[in-house]
């Protein structure tokens, strides 16, 4: 590493696994951690509670995740709506929806965040907030810890949950995503947009100057929807329009449901690091979780779920290495291993049906009746949404993981 001033504040501290980022990810490995009894550290650069940019949809087996994570309980307190529907539309009006078995969550993520910290605390877990890190400590190839302008923290195992543009991937690592690999989103809130097919739809709509992508009007908590535009950042750079104006684009497209509402706080945007980018998400020492590992479904941009799913495969493996006194090669393979078959797999698969798709959109093909009628089938089949909860699936792929929160 390289050698920092230390500042009058700085605090320095150890714990047998120390956490980057207060995210869902960061919290879910630390809920599992301090659960099993371990000294673990959470330490984020913000101040709790702080908001956080996305369009705050939580999936039903999200949901069921907070739950195993002994946080619903806290979560269901904050503000939030119930998503039973969804509906694709397309760019002639054309609209397919789908009902969810159990229901997803629209919750702000201010609050959804605060909950998990929470809960975090209540099991054991030390939160360290306001100091952010800069960068690994390494001995040799081996992470053990990690130190920013007002932090030096030494730890057995380090995970890494600090999101886009992690530390973990700063040299030697990879660096940060880009292109095919990376998504692009702008967001917003509205008051008093009208939902005429029903207040508890998700909507979203492909259209044609969202090329791998899409823009969406997620059902109002307290009367405030969240709003925006996602598409592939390889695509968005061959648009060569601004993201702001892509918004306002789809904003006048959808003029009708925004008649008599109101902006409510500032245009927000932020990057998806997509999976599965084919970069290591364990060194020695070390884990990455969540959007640092770039966990992000390629084609939803959905990466709550991935965070909760990850951080809790890696609270597991950082608790076993604890016991195992260190984390050692096998456990490393098997983090690598649970996260390619419950994140890497799915997400290659949900990059081909965006592949298909956008041939459909790109042709129009949308407007024949037989495509009409494979896109329905296909939509409401749940089988390809890994991150929405049918629990024949699940207890299936439990079964066959061995991984339990
Ligand atoms: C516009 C937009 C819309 C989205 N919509 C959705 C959606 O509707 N549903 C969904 O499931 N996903 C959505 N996503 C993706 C989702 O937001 C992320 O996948 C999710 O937040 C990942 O969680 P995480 O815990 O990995 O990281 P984060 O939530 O990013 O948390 C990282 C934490 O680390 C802290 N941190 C960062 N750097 C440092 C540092 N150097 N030192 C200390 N602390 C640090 C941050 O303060 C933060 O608390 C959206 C993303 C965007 C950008």
């Known amino acids: 590493m390289t050698s920092q001033a230390p500042s009058p504040d700085e605090l320095s501290g150890s714990s047998e696994v120390a956490i980057v980022g207060g995210g869902p990810a960061g919290f879910a490995a630390g809920i599992v951690l301090a659960r099993a009894g371990i000294d673990v550290a959470v330490i984020d650069g913000a101040t709790f509670p702080r908001d956080k ?3 705050d949809a939580l999936s039903n087996d999200a949901v069921r995740l907070l739950a195993e994570l002994g946080a619903r309980e806290e979560a269901d307190r904050a503000p939030h709506a119930v998503v039973d529907r969804a509906a694709a539309v397309f760019p002639d009006g054309t609209r397919i929806e789908r009902s969810y078995g159990e229901p997803g969550w629209i919750v702000s993520r201010r609050d959804l965040d605060d909950a998990l910290r929470r809960t975090f605390e209540a099991a054991g877990g030390r939160f360290v907030e306001g100091r952010r890190v800069a960068e690994l400590v390494r001995d040799g190839e081996t992470v053990t810890g990690f130190a920013g ?4 923290w030494s730890a057995r195992v380090v995970v890494a949950a600090d999101g886009y543009g992690s ?3 700063d040299p030697p690592g990879p660096g940060p995503a880009r292109g095919r690999w990376l998504g692009v989103s702008a967001t917003e809130y509205w008051r008093g947009v009208s939902f005429p097919f029903g207040a508890g739809t998700c909507d979203h709509f492909f259209e044609d100057d969202l ?3 899409y823009g969406w009007i997620f059902p109002s908590v307290a009367g405030v929807s969240n709003v ?5 950042a390889d695509a968005y750079e061959r648009q060569g329009r ?3 104006d892509l918004l306002d684009a789809f904003l006048a497209r959808h003029a009708d449901r925004f008649r008599g509402a109101e902006r409510v706080g500032r245009r927000r945007a932020w990057s998806l690091p997509l999976a599965p980018r084919p970069v290591p998400v364990t060194a020695p020492g070390l884990l990455v979780a969540g959007d ?3 966990f992000v479904d390629p084609f939803t941009g959905e990466g709550i779920w991935q965070a909760l799913r990850s951080g809790i495969a890696a609270g597991e493996t950082a608790r076993d290495a604890v016991r195992a006194g260190g984390l050692g090669p096998s456990l490393r393979e098997r983090y690598e291993a649970e996260c390619a078959r419950a994140i890497g797999a799915p997400s290659r698969r949900k990059a081909q049906v965006q592949r298909a798709l956008d041939l459909v959109l790109r042709g129009r093909l949308y407007r024949l009746a037989p495509v009409r009628a494979a896109l329905r089938m296909g939509y409401q089949r749940q089988s390809v949404d890994h991150t929405k909860s049918d629990p024949g699936r699940r207890d299936r792929a439990s079964a066959r993981s061995g991984i339990h929160a």
Do not use: D, K, M, N
């Open 228 to 232: 925006g535009v996602f598409l592939r």
């Open 211 to 213: 090329p791998l992508g």
């Open 242 to 244: 601004r993201l702001s």
């Open 53 to 55: 940019t996305c369009g």
């Open 167 to 169: 530390v973990a991937l």
């Open 149 to 152: 302008p007002s932090i030096a």
């Open 292 to 294: 640092a590992a770039g």
